[in-house]
């Protein structure tokens, strides 16, 4: 599977964002498509997930709320809306596919290139 992230952009405090992700290959294999987000210095965070196959969704408790996942089955597309962002969503944010609906990297083996989200004060 290969994945194709957009969207990123510089915005500030309180701005809205929707990234796209788009899948090629064989999307059909992934049972899973998720968002994780990494700032400069720490570690890979998870902050949400779609099952491909009825739309069920996941969040990351610190995301919900503000941040939105959904998925176009027709286009291979999955979305992150994000509203109401802060400086500390700053970050370069994956998507990623695989075979299982969970919040570790570990669940997920197709990563897209990441693109880059500022949120200014």
């Known amino acids: 599977v290969q994945l194709q992230a957009s969207g990123g952009g510089s915005v500030q405090a309180g701005d809205s964002l929707r990234l796209s992700c788009a899948a090629s290959?064989?999307?059909?294999?992934?049972?899973?498509m998720g968002w994780f987000r990494q700032a400069p210095g720490k570690e890979r965070e998870f902050v949400s997930a779609v099952r491909w196959s009825d739309g069920s969704t996941y969040y990351a408790d610190s995301m919900k709320g503000r941040f939105t996942i959904s998925r176009s089955y027709a286009k291979n597309t999955v979305y992150l809306q994000m509203n109401s962002l802060k400086p500390e969503d700053t970050a370069v944010y994956y998507c990623?596919?695989?075979?299982?609906?969970?919040?570790?990297?570990?669940?997920?083996?197709?990563w897209g290139q990441g693109t880059q989200v500022t949120v200014s004060s």
């Open positions: 290959g064989r999307t059909f294999s992934s049972y899973a």
């Open positions: 990623a596919a695989g075979g299982r609906l969970g919040s570790t990297p570990v669940s997920y083996d197709s």
